[in-house]
T-cell receptor, first 116, second 113 residues
Framework: NAGVMQNPRHLVRRRGQEARLRCSPM?????VYWYRQLPEEGLKFMVY????????ESGMPKERFSAEFPKEGPSILRIQQVVRGDSAAYFC??????????????FGPGTRLTVT | TQLLEQSPQFLSIQEGENLTVYCNSS?????LQWYRQEPGEGPVLLVT?????EVKKLKRLTFQFGDARKDSSLHITAAQPGDTGLYLC?????????????FGGGTRVLVKP
Protein backbone atom coordinates (compact mmCIF):
# COMPACT_ATOMS: atom_id res chain seq x y z
CA ASN A 1 0.00 0.00 0.00
CA ALA A 2 2.07 2.89 -1.30
CA GLY A 3 2.03 6.15 0.57
CA VAL A 4 1.85 9.64 -0.87
CA MET A 5 4.32 9.99 -3.72
CA GLN A 6 5.97 13.22 -4.73
CA ASN A 7 8.39 13.93 -7.51
CA PRO A 8 10.86 15.19 -8.09
CA ARG A 9 12.40 15.04 -4.60
CA HIS A 10 14.81 17.84 -5.48
CA LEU A 11 14.36 20.52 -8.12
CA VAL A 12 16.74 23.30 -9.07
CA ARG A 13 15.49 26.16 -11.19
CA ARG A 14 16.99 29.46 -12.28
CA ARG A 15 15.11 32.65 -11.60
CA GLY A 16 12.35 33.14 -14.16
CA GLN A 17 11.91 29.45 -15.00
CA GLU A 18 8.85 27.35 -14.25
CA ALA A 19 8.66 24.66 -11.56
CA ARG A 20 6.22 21.75 -11.71
CA LEU A 21 5.75 19.62 -8.63
CA ARG A 22 3.77 16.38 -8.77
CA CYS A 23 1.85 14.52 -6.11
CA SER A 24 0.10 11.16 -6.26
CA PRO A 25 -2.16 10.62 -3.24
CA MET A 26 -2.46 7.40 -1.29
CA UNK A 27 -4.65 4.75 -2.89
CA UNK A 28 -8.27 5.45 -2.08
CA UNK A 29 -7.66 9.10 -1.17
CA UNK A 30 -9.44 11.74 -3.20
CA UNK A 31 -8.44 14.85 -1.22
CA VAL A 32 -5.07 16.52 -1.76
CA TYR A 33 -3.44 19.37 0.15
CA TRP A 34 -0.29 21.33 -0.57
CA TYR A 35 1.83 22.91 2.15
CA ARG A 36 5.03 24.94 2.02
CA GLN A 37 7.83 24.88 4.57
CA LEU A 38 10.22 27.79 4.29
CA PRO A 39 13.69 27.45 5.84
CA GLU A 40 13.45 27.67 9.63
CA GLU A 41 9.67 28.20 9.45
CA GLY A 42 6.68 26.00 10.07
CA LEU A 43 4.43 24.32 7.56
CA LYS A 44 1.88 26.63 5.96
CA PHE A 45 -1.22 25.58 4.07
CA MET A 46 -1.41 26.55 0.40
CA VAL A 47 -4.29 24.81 -1.36
CA TYR A 48 -6.84 22.00 -0.95
CA UNK A 49 -8.16 20.11 -3.96
CA UNK A 50 -10.47 17.28 -4.82
CA UNK A 51 -10.60 15.65 -8.23
CA UNK A 52 -11.07 18.42 -10.82
CA UNK A 53 -11.98 20.98 -8.13
CA UNK A 54 -10.09 23.56 -6.09
CA UNK A 55 -11.83 23.65 -2.72
CA UNK A 56 -9.69 26.17 -0.83
CA GLU A 57 -6.78 28.16 -2.23
CA SER A 58 -6.67 30.77 0.52
CA GLY A 59 -3.01 30.05 1.31
CA MET A 60 -1.71 30.29 -2.21
CA PRO A 61 -0.01 33.45 -3.50
CA LYS A 62 -2.30 35.21 -5.98
CA GLU A 63 0.29 35.42 -8.72
CA ARG A 64 2.57 32.83 -10.35
CA PHE A 65 1.18 29.87 -8.36
CA SER A 66 -1.48 27.46 -9.57
CA ALA A 67 -2.62 23.96 -8.69
CA GLU A 68 -4.71 21.28 -10.31
CA PHE A 69 -5.88 17.76 -9.59
CA PRO A 70 -7.18 16.30 -12.87
CA LYS A 71 -9.55 13.38 -13.21
CA GLU A 72 -6.63 11.21 -14.25
CA GLY A 73 -3.07 11.58 -13.04
CA PRO A 74 -1.30 13.33 -10.20
CA SER A 75 -1.96 16.69 -8.64
CA ILE A 76 0.35 19.40 -9.98
CA LEU A 77 1.59 22.51 -8.20
CA ARG A 78 2.94 24.94 -10.76
CA ILE A 79 5.11 27.95 -10.02
CA GLN A 80 5.78 30.28 -12.90
CA GLN A 81 8.72 32.69 -13.12
CA VAL A 82 10.27 31.44 -9.92
CA VAL A 83 12.11 33.82 -7.61
CA ARG A 84 14.65 33.09 -4.86
CA GLY A 85 11.95 33.47 -2.21
CA ASP A 86 10.15 30.43 -3.64
CA SER A 87 13.00 28.21 -2.42
CA ALA A 88 11.37 25.91 0.11
CA ALA A 89 10.17 22.39 0.76
CA TYR A 90 6.75 21.73 -0.74
CA PHE A 91 4.73 18.94 0.82
CA CYS A 92 1.66 17.22 -0.47
CA UNK A 93 -0.76 15.43 1.85
CA UNK A 94 -3.82 13.33 1.13
CA UNK A 95 -6.87 12.17 3.06
CA UNK A 96 -9.73 9.82 2.26
CA UNK A 97 -12.36 12.47 3.00
CA UNK A 98 -13.11 15.64 4.87
CA UNK A 99 -15.64 14.50 7.44
CA UNK A 100 -14.74 13.63 10.99
CA UNK A 101 -12.95 10.30 11.17
CA UNK A 102 -11.78 10.53 7.60
CA UNK A 103 -9.75 13.69 7.49
CA UNK A 104 -6.37 12.58 8.79
CA UNK A 105 -3.76 13.86 6.39
CA UNK A 106 -0.80 11.75 5.34
CA PHE A 107 2.22 13.52 3.95
CA GLY A 108 4.58 12.76 1.12
CA PRO A 109 8.38 13.12 1.35
CA GLY A 110 8.30 16.60 -0.17
CA THR A 111 9.96 18.36 -3.08
CA ARG A 112 12.81 20.63 -2.18
CA LEU A 113 12.90 23.53 -4.62
CA THR A 114 16.04 25.60 -4.92
CA VAL A 115 15.98 28.74 -7.04
CA THR A 116 19.39 29.97 -8.13
CA THR B 1 1.68 34.93 17.10
CA GLN B 2 0.88 31.43 15.95
CA LEU B 3 -2.53 29.87 16.46
CA LEU B 4 -0.80 26.80 17.89
CA GLU B 5 2.12 27.49 20.20
CA GLN B 6 4.53 24.69 20.90
CA SER B 7 6.95 24.62 23.80
CA PRO B 8 9.75 24.21 24.25
CA GLN B 9 11.18 25.00 20.84
CA PHE B 10 14.21 22.82 21.50
CA LEU B 11 14.88 20.01 23.95
CA SER B 12 18.11 18.13 24.49
CA ILE B 13 18.12 15.19 26.90
CA GLN B 14 20.08 12.04 27.70
CA GLU B 15 18.90 8.61 26.67
CA GLY B 16 16.58 7.18 29.32
CA GLU B 17 15.16 10.51 30.48
CA ASN B 18 11.54 11.55 30.08
CA LEU B 19 10.30 14.57 28.15
CA THR B 20 7.07 16.45 27.56
CA VAL B 21 6.16 18.69 24.63
CA TYR B 22 3.24 21.10 24.86
CA CYS B 23 0.89 22.46 22.22
CA ASN B 24 -1.37 25.33 23.29
CA SER B 25 -3.99 27.53 21.71
CA SER B 26 -6.70 29.99 22.63
CA UNK B 27 -8.90 28.37 19.96
CA UNK B 28 -10.91 25.17 20.15
CA UNK B 29 -9.93 22.38 17.80
CA UNK B 30 -12.12 19.56 16.52
CA UNK B 31 -9.04 17.34 16.72
CA LEU B 32 -5.30 17.60 17.04
CA GLN B 33 -2.71 15.54 15.28
CA TRP B 34 0.91 14.94 16.22
CA TYR B 35 3.55 14.37 13.59
CA ARG B 36 7.26 13.64 13.68
CA GLN B 37 9.49 14.95 10.92
CA GLU B 38 13.07 13.91 10.25
CA PRO B 39 15.50 16.01 8.18
CA GLY B 40 14.78 15.78 4.47
CA GLU B 41 11.52 13.91 4.95
CA GLY B 42 7.84 14.68 5.26
CA PRO B 43 5.89 14.69 8.54
CA VAL B 44 4.80 11.24 9.69
CA LEU B 45 1.47 11.03 11.50
CA LEU B 46 1.84 9.64 15.03
CA VAL B 47 -1.65 10.03 16.48
CA THR B 48 -4.94 11.92 16.28
CA UNK B 49 -6.80 12.98 19.42
CA UNK B 50 -10.44 13.88 19.05
CA UNK B 51 -12.27 13.86 22.39
CA UNK B 52 -11.60 16.40 25.15
CA UNK B 53 -9.65 14.72 27.95
CA GLU B 54 -8.61 11.84 25.71
CA VAL B 55 -5.35 10.03 26.43
CA LYS B 56 -3.72 7.81 23.82
CA LYS B 57 -0.64 5.67 24.27
CA LEU B 58 1.71 4.52 21.54
CA LYS B 59 4.44 2.38 23.14
CA ARG B 60 6.54 4.92 25.10
CA LEU B 61 4.59 7.93 23.79
CA THR B 62 1.54 9.29 25.63
CA PHE B 63 -0.68 11.90 24.02
CA GLN B 64 -3.28 13.94 25.87
CA PHE B 65 -5.99 16.27 24.57
CA GLY B 66 -7.11 18.98 26.98
CA ASP B 67 -10.67 18.92 28.34
CA ALA B 68 -11.50 22.13 26.48
CA ARG B 69 -9.82 20.87 23.26
CA LYS B 70 -7.50 23.85 23.19
CA ASP B 71 -4.26 22.13 24.13
CA SER B 72 -2.40 18.88 23.90
CA SER B 73 0.76 17.30 25.21
CA LEU B 74 3.13 14.58 24.13
CA HIS B 75 5.10 12.71 26.79
CA ILE B 76 7.93 10.34 25.95
CA THR B 77 9.08 7.90 28.61
CA ALA B 78 12.66 6.62 28.66
CA ALA B 79 13.62 8.47 25.49
CA GLN B 80 15.90 6.76 22.97
CA PRO B 81 18.16 8.26 20.28
CA GLY B 82 15.62 7.06 17.72
CA ASP B 83 13.12 9.53 19.18
CA THR B 84 15.25 12.41 17.90
CA GLY B 85 13.32 14.58 15.46
CA LEU B 86 11.02 17.54 14.96
CA TYR B 87 7.65 17.05 16.67
CA LEU B 88 4.74 18.99 15.21
CA CYS B 89 1.20 19.43 16.44
CA UNK B 90 -1.48 20.36 13.93
CA UNK B 91 -5.23 20.68 13.77
CA UNK B 92 -8.27 22.28 12.22
CA UNK B 93 -9.88 24.96 14.43
CA UNK B 94 -13.59 24.41 14.98
CA UNK B 95 -14.37 27.90 13.69
CA UNK B 96 -12.25 27.55 10.56
CA UNK B 97 -13.79 26.80 7.22
CA UNK B 98 -12.47 23.89 5.27
CA UNK B 99 -9.97 21.24 6.14
CA UNK B 100 -6.61 23.00 6.13
CA UNK B 101 -4.26 22.04 8.93
CA UNK B 102 -2.75 24.72 11.13
CA PHE B 103 0.68 23.71 12.39
CA GLY B 104 2.58 24.65 15.50
CA GLY B 105 6.14 25.87 15.14
CA GLY B 106 7.54 22.50 16.19
CA THR B 107 9.75 21.18 18.97
CA ARG B 108 13.18 19.87 18.05
CA VAL B 109 14.07 16.94 20.28
CA LEU B 110 17.62 15.62 20.55
CA VAL B 111 18.19 12.45 22.54
CA LYS B 112 21.86 11.85 23.23
CA PRO B 113 23.13 8.30 23.70
Amino acid sequence: NAGVMQNPRHLVRRRGQEARLRCSPMKGHSHVYWYRQLPEEGLKFMVYLQKENIIDESGMPKERFSAEFPKEGPSILRIQQVVRGDSAAYFCASSPGSRQGAYEQYFGPGTRLTVT
Amino acid sequence: TQLLEQSPQFLSIQEGENLTVYCNSSSVFSSLQWYRQEPGEGPVLLVTVVTGGEVKKLKRLTFQFGDARKDSSLHITAAQPGDTGLYLCAGVPVKAAGNKLTFGGGTRVLVKP
